[in-house]
């Protein structure tokens, strides 16, 4: 073999093999699809084999699920996506489920996802009311459950939306007693991204119309912008300013979290 052409091989593998390590960093990650917007999440879970990504997960019943959308762009999960760039969305809602079936189905390994970043739990627990006139307290604590569930079994950032406004006199009160107990939850522990619609955006008293759903879509983008980014930076903190969360340095890089550039060679970690 010609030594010029092996010994360019081997300096294309060592750039391809640096430039790997560098996806692998995990640092924050800039979603923004126009030039003058300003999304950055954090790339949270540094167990994940996909750095340089952020993963958001959807659990809930038929409003997460796209079956309920009858013009063809999806329900808010899916149009949440496409406002930012650099974001995989995994859509696991599922028509008529209560928040205890969900959690059966999670206990026993239905619903599997490779590492997110983010879990968003919600809207679920109205099926409760719909499905059986079940109890709200007993809904609540099936989705404190699931949000605890995904936060061990994930690794994930867990946030819990509130129920939509139901239209049916008998199952309001449910409705409105679920939002209250949900509100409750820790806003730092689980943030909630708090829904509101008005009546005319539901029109078969349930499900949101495809207005609705843009709106739950824009409500959801500035919760993401304005209140995770903040909250997941606190999980996720950067000591030394390289670019990489402490965290990420002791699980992944094995770098110091305290030092800049822990090997002294003038590159920070996060360059490396």
């Known amino acids: 073999m010609n030594i010029g052409a092996f010994s360019s091989r081997i300096l294309i593998f060592i750039i391809l093999f640096l430039f790997s390590k560098q996806l692998l960093a995990c640092p924050d990650i800039d979603v923004s699809k126009e030039v ?14 996909q750095c340089g990504k952020v993963k958001i997960l959807h659990v809930g019943d038929s409003n997460v699920d796209d079956f309920t959308d009858r013009s063809g762009r999806g329900a808010w999960p899916r149009r949440l996506k496409k406002r930012f760039a650099g974001v995989v969305s995994d859509n696991q809602g599922i028509w008529g489920i209560t928040a205890n079936q969900y ?4 206990k026993s390994g239905q619903i599997k996802n490779k590492k997110p970043d983010i879990c968003i739990v919600g809207p679920l627990g109205i099926n409760e009311s719909i499905k059986s006139h079940g109890n709200p307290s007993l809904a609540h604590r099936d989705v404190r459950r699931i949000a605890k569930f995904l936060k061990k079994r994930f690794g994930c950032f867990v946030a819990v939306t509130t129920v939509l406004p139901i239209l049916v006199n008998q199952h309001q009160s449910f409705q409105q007693i679920l939002n209250n107990k949900i509100r409750t939850i820790s806003s730092r522990k689980y943030p909630i991204l708090d829904f509101e619609l008005s009546n005319k955006h539901l029109p078969d008293a349930i499900h ?3 207005k609705g759903y843009t709106i739950m879509a824009d409500q959801a983008e500035n919760f993401i912008k304005n209140t995770l980014y903040d909250l997941m930076k606190e ?4 000591t030394d300013g390289d670019g990489l969360s402490d965290l990420y340095e002791i699980k992944q890089s094995k770098t110091d979290p305290n030092l800049y550039d822990t090997d002294g060679d003038g ?3 996060g360059n490396e």
């Open 36 to 49: 003058d917007d300003d999304a950055i999440i954090v790339d949270y879970n540094v167990k994940a084999k």
């Open 235 to 238: 999980k996720r903190p950067d």
């Open 208 to 210: 949101p119309s495809a």
């Open 103 to 106: 959690l059966r189905k999670l």
């Open 267 to 269: 590159i920070s970690d």
